[in-house]
């Protein structure tokens, strides 16, 4: 790491800046996902927000657990168990300099992973196959910090 | 980007970290307010916690959930779900050089719209107060995004 | 913060990159942690996730909650909510220009008192040992972001 502030005009950072955005956007997503299931199946947490879809039916039914709007949400809680480790990661690592190509792969292994891993589990797809990309985007992640801690320890 | 190194020494940046500190810490202090909220309801998640208010009375008991510790619970969620990704896209919008008063516009809005989110939930206030907040705080992190994808896009 | 770019080729830099990677690495353990504890305890979330240990068994009663498996989950939702916070305050600390022997205190102690959290959340030890050590990493990053403000305060 003996030229970080050259890393930062690379285009190693630009492919960073890239491919976090789009992850983090998925990622995002979920959010209104949620509430379109929670609105199309009446399942709400809070009192109050029953009165977004009407003000008549009986409001106390609306506070219930729906299996759809769950799936999405443990969806949503994976990305942040796993996104934001990668792009904390792999901001230090895009620092450590590496190969430019090197780096791309990291990078589009982790959001095609994924990217793959949303569509598998909201679906869903038959196991074993988000649990394979739950694991690529792991090992992923593993890599870029394993390549972090050899040029920067410092304990 | 291309002089980021220049944008990590000017006012963008430490407005940037200026604001992401305040909402970061208004994150954190929800994990407080949850705690506050379990020993005054004595209301627990795990059975040794319960020694922290008693050691007399039917400590099993006091293993539940309650409805106020989990609204707190689900505003922190929302927390983490909202103002990690603009922490991580309101920096790499910082190093894309925009005009100071846009980007104070962006952090104040982001920042603005989250305090009175967490002030909606808690009360609560009645709906779309809270809906409003959250779709505003995500716009703006959207529209940092946008410019950084419209800047840096390397794929 | 008048010299940023100097502080991102500096030892505190090397230092947090090390400390931060370690504790998200930490964080990351939680999930294959969670498996392990889903597989061996036959506790699934999902409805899919059962066949990855039978075909044979009732699936059904294999979608339950499990509480060791709840006991995990609990304590990666609490790195969640207080590993990032101090990664991103972290870094905008090391910008701040800080004495390296006051830096690698902050981040010795903050990763020191996560790795007992760990211990005490799972094993679990009795309490205030779990609850002492999150107040040591609240203080901790709450110690550094009051750094952040008073340097580069820009509202």
Same mark, same amino acid.
């Given at each position: 790491?003996?030229?970080?502030?050259?890393?930062?005009?690379?285009?190693?950072?630009?492919?960073?800046?890239?491919?976090?955005?789009?992850?983090?956007?998925?990622?995002?997503?979920?959010?209104?996902?949620?509430?379109?299931?929670?609105?199309?199946?009446?399942?709400?947490?809070?009192?109050?927000?029953?009165?977004?879809?009407?003000?008549?039916?009986?409001?106390?039914?609306?506070?219930?657990?729906?299996?759809?709007?769950?799936?999405?949400?443990?969806?949503?809680?994976?990305?942040?168990?796993?996104?934001?480790? %990668?792009?904390?990661?792999?901001?230090?690592?895009? +620092?450590?300099? =590496?190969?430019?190509?090197? /780096?791309? &792969?990291?990078?589009? !292994?982790?959001?095609?992973?994924?990217? %793959?891993?949303?569509?598998?589990?909201?679906?869903? +797809?038959?196991? =074993?196959?988000?649990?394979? /990309?739950? &694991?690529?985007?792991? !090992?992923?992640?593993?890599?870029?910090?394993?390549?972090?801690?050899?040029?920067?320890?410092? +304990?």
């Amino acid at each position: 790491m003996a030229e970080l502030t050259h890393m930062i005009d690379s285009e190693v950072f630009l492919a960073f800046s890239t491919y976090a955005t789009i992850v983090v956007l998925k990622m995002m997503l979920m959010s209104p996902m949620t509430g379109y299931f929670r609105l199309t199946r009446k399942a709400f947490a809070n009192q109050e927000d029953t009165s977004l879809v009407s003000s008549t039916e009986d409001k106390k039914k609306m506070v219930r657990v729906d299996p759809d709007v769950e799936r999405v949400r443990r969806c949503h809680q994976n990305d942040l168990e796993n996104i934001i480790p %990668f792009v904390v990661i792999g901001l230090l690592y895009t +620092l450590t300099g =590496p190969d430019l190509s090197t /780096a791309l &792969l990291h990078f589009r !292994v982790f959001v095609g992973s994924r990217l %793959f891993h949303t569509v598998a589990y909201v679906l869903p +797809l038959r196991q =074993p196959s988000r649990a394979v /990309a739950f &694991l690529i985007g792991l !090992v992923t992640t593993s890599s870029m910090a394993y390549r972090v801690l050899i040029t920067a320890l410092y +304990l």
